[in-house]
């Protein structure tokens, strides 16, 4: 990945395709050796199918921020927070979810993820929200090892339908306003 300059903006429904792409890829990559083929395939299905990314670019309760490198055409990165009631384990005021925050391979380790987060954070404070909470698979060590450093603990777990399996998340918070 080059050294220029990461340009993020926000989403819009005009940016369906190109989000719903990148989700599918990303998940794929994250997931894909770890997760039976008949899962991974009914899971992208439903949650990437243009349609459904769409509405969800178009709904109010979800802001999607896309990371791109100065000068690309194609993003690197994204990161969705949905304002959806929390898990019961979330105690802290105004809370919003991260619900995914993903980096294209080659973009890995090069600020793409941090600068997402800082992104979702700043966002969360501007639109009055207090608290960030998540679910991560609880055998995703990078993701962990990340949101940690990013002063999030784990309150909860909750399962993640992948297709047919019944996984383990880790529900994680943090006070949007602390530092990382």
């Avoid at 899962?39 to 990314?53: I, S």
């Avoid at 993003?75 to 969705?80: I, N």
């Avoid at 793409?112 to 966002?123: E, T």
């Avoid at 993701?143 to 339908?161: K, L, N, S, T």
Wanted: hydrophobic content about 45%; aromatic content about 8%.
């Amino acid at each position: 990945m080059p050294d220029a300059p990461l340009v993020l903006r926000r989403a819009t429904p005009d940016d369906a395709a190109l989000l719903a792409a990148l989700a599918e890829a990303t998940f794929r990559d994250t997931f894909a050796d770890d997760n039976a083929p008949d899962d991974m395939e009914a899971y992208v299905r439903e949650a990437f199918a243009l349609d459904r990314v769409r509405a969800d670019l178009s709904d109010d309760a979800h802001t999607t921020l896309l990371a791109f490198v100065d000068g690309t055409a194609s993003p690197v990165g994204y990161a969705t927070m949905r304002d959806v009631p929390p898990h019961p384990r979330v105690a802290g005021p105004a809370p919003v979810e991260l619900q995914r925050l993903y980096v294209t391979r080659p973009a890995i380790g090069h600020g793409v993820g941090a600068a997402l987060m800082q992104a979702s954070l700043d966002a969360a404070q501007e639109a009055g929200f207090a608290t960030l909470w998540l679910g991560v698979w609880e055998r995703n060590a990078r993701a962990i090892a990340f949101y940690e450093r990013w002063g999030f603990e784990a309150v909860g777990e909750h399962v993640f339908r992948l297709g047919t399996d019944e996984q383990r998340d880790w529900v994680m918070v943090r006070p949007v306003e602390a530092a990382p």
